[in-house]
């Protein structure tokens, strides 16, 4: 069974104190990785593709990369407007629906 | 420009009344998505258009839940006979098609209170 697991659940960081969150993923045939946003009472709005071991892709504060077994997305001096659930999914072969992560609570303190 | 757009943006009815829940895609995207964001729990596909073809339905939790689309763009998602279960946030997604470069996007969903 296809598993998208997101760690940690929360994570509290001080403005401008860098980490990663982590989605590991048990999928045959990956087809991609999806990373998505989601502020209180929106939707998700999206990020970043990865469709590739060893891919990069950034924007402004925001870095995520893939392995064959999971993926990060690391995010450099955040700042307070960084504060959200971030989601990650993956589809596989043919298939075009997403099985989603539970989302990484991410708290950012001025 | 326009983003999915759905409504109503929260709907509270009593157990055993049936609802619907509108989506408006993106002007042009061909496919469109149900999923639902339960407490706790992570999105949860339910079901995809694309186009004329027939719509994939695997993921309806039951056959209470329905959805149409007319005329290849809004989509309609109904729920018959509400559970205390079916409460949740129902989302709709949009893309260009199903293609790896064209991502869903989001509408902002609607909240279902069954009391």
């Known amino acids: 069974e296809d598993q998208v697991t997101q760690s940690p659940e929360a994570l509290r960081l001080q403005e401008g104190e860098s980490s990663s969150l982590n989605c590991s993923y048990t999928v045959s045939g990956l087809r991609g990785l999806f990373w998505y946003r989601q502020d209180p009472g929106k939707g998700p709005e999206f990020l970043f593709t990865l469709y590739s071991a060893g891919e990069e892709k950034e924007k402004e504060r925001l870095k995520a990369t893939l392995t064959k077994k999971e993926s990060f997305l690391h995010i450099t001096a955040p700042k307070p407007e960084d504060s959200a659930t971030y989601l990650c999914a993956v589809n596989k072969g043919s298939n075009y629906k997403l099985t989603f992560g539970k989302g990484t609570l991410l708290t950012v303190n001025p | 420009g326009a983003g999915v757009s759905q409504s109503p943006s929260n709907k509270v009815t009593e157990k055993g009344k049936d609802v619907e829940l509108r989506c408006d895609p993106i002007?042009?995207?061909?496919?469109l998505y149900w999923y639902r964001q339960s407490l706790g729990q992570g999105l949860e596909f339910l079901i995809y258009f694309q186009g004329n073809s027939a719509p994939d339905k695997s993921g309806l939790p039951s056959d209470r839940f329905s959805a149409e689309r007319t005329g290849g763009s809004v989509s309609t998602l109904t729920i018959q006979r509400t559970q205390q279960e079916d409460s949740a946030v129902y989302l709709c997604?949009?893309?260009?098609?199903?293609?790896?470069?064209?991502?869903?996007?989001f509408g902002d969903g609607t909240r279902l209170s069954i009391l």
């Open positions: 002007s042009g995207h061909t496919a």
């Open positions: 997604a949009s893309s260009l098609g199903d293609g790896l470069n064209q991502p869903q996007h």
